[in-house]
């Protein structure tokens, strides 16, 4: 089945708010379950995760499409979703497979332009075992006072991108986005927080995944839309290192040879803790293949993680201000390009990896 990229477009796929995309998705899903998130939108508005189910009840097999893990990297997500949808590729499916789309998974961060949950947490470090002791990460330790400043000013931002060159400088860049990104547990309100429990866009999806019988298939494949890493507009396939190297291998076949791993270098992420992968892999060990669909944007900024955490950490009060505004708009645009060419890379890539699922459900590879 071929897709026309600019038909696809024009039936506007793509949404400029949380609730526009949510509406889009209703209309396509209209049997779709909604699941409310306790904290509400920025001008009060309930927020809600949507799942749709497309299939036999009993089907063994099932594709899962989640949007929104990251907020703002929803509008990316959504609009691949209502791709899938409006190609009519579940309709091609045999009688033995399924698909379950989970449309804006963190509906807050979505609704208010933050990658983080209600709670402050990053949802894609959320996914480990609380039980136990907590991933360290010490570099984190040591730079969190300049990744996220108190004092904003020139100066203050100055002497903060001073400590982390002097950082870098000992143990090179890696150790500085592995300190940065790879999931801290001990900075609540800091950059990739992993929480200290459960959230609850965790536990909204462990019911979504109860509720649909999820664990009772004999295959599933999950495509997780993210946007943000690697080169402006390309969609790389990430397997994450939960899976481990079966994973990979499964993802390989069923997408070939352009997935990439952290674990084996060739990933634009680093090794991350608490990556929702761990959660599919206790849940269906080898009867599951995940991939993360990230689509790069632009060149990193680290300001603007940077000014979010700030206001949400020291200002929250002005969340909703001109200021905050502002500072959201700033996470939105540079997660979400507003740019026909990286719309028309997303709809493209995003029905190529949708059409390779489908196929490897059809074929049982």
């Known amino acids: 089945m071929t897709l026309n990229c600019a038909k696809y477009l024009s039936s506007s796929l793509f949404s400029d708010s949380y609730a526009e995309a949510r509406q889009k998705f209703m209309a396509a899903a209209p049997a779709s379950r909604a699941y409310q998130c306790s904290a509400n939108g920025p001008a009060g508005q309930a927020l809600f995760t949507d799942a749709a189910y497309f299939g036999a009840a009993d089907a063994k097999k099932l594709l899962v499409l989640v949007s929104g893990t990251h907020g703002p ?108 990104s790879s999931g801290q547990y001990t900075r609540p309100g800091g950059l990739f927080y ?17 509720e649909f ?6 295959s599933v494949i999950i495509i997780d839309y993210h946007t943000g890493l690697g080169r402006y507009g390309y969609g ?5 290192q939960a899976s481990g190297v079966r994973g990979y291998e499964r993802a390989v076949s069923m997408f070939g040879p352009s997935v990439t791993s952290p674990e084996l270098g060739t990933s634009s992420s680093v ?52 200021l905050g505004r502002q500072i959201r708009n700033a996470t939105k645009r540079h997660y979400y390009p507003q740019r026909l060419d990286w719309k028309e890379m997303v709809v493209w890539r995003s029905h190529q990896v949708h059409r390779q699922a489908v196929e490897a459900l059809t074929t049982g590879n």
């Not at 609850?200 to 019911?207: F, P, S, V």
């Not at 019988?213 to 004999?218: M, Q």
């Not at 790069?296 to 900024?301: A, C």
């Open 73 to 180: 990297e929803g509008y990316c997500g959504s609009a691949a979703q209502l791709t899938f949808l409006e190609s009519k590729l579940h309709e091609t499916l045999p009688p033995s497979a399924a698909v379950l789309c989970i449309h804006a998974l963190n509906a807050y961060g979505f609704a208010w332009d933050r990658r983080v949950t209600a709670e402050g947490c990053d949802l894609n470090r959320n996914f480990i075992d609380f039980s136990k002791t907590v991933p360290p990460n010490l570099g984190y330790e040591e730079l969190a006072e300049h990744f996220v400043p108190i004092d904003m000013t020139k100066e203050g931002i100055q002497r903060a991108e001073a400590a982390i060159a002097a950082y870098r400088s000992v143990h090179g860049e890696l150790r500085v986005r592995a300190a940065r």
């Open 194 to 210: 992993g929480g200290a429990g459960p959230t609850e866009a965790r536990r909204i999806l462990e019911q979504i995944v109860a």
């Open 213 to 218: 019988d999820v664990v009772r298939r004999d």
């Open 236 to 240: 790389e396939l990430q397997c994450e």
């Open 271 to 322: 090794v991350i803790s608490g990556s929702q992968d761990e959660f599919w892999e206790w849940a269906l060990g080898n009867r599951h293949t995940y991939v993360a669909l990230e689509f790069g944007t632009y060149d990193p900024k680290p300001e603007v993680l940077r000014n979010d955490h700030w206001l949400f950490m020291h200002r929250p009060q002005d969340a909703d201000s001109e």
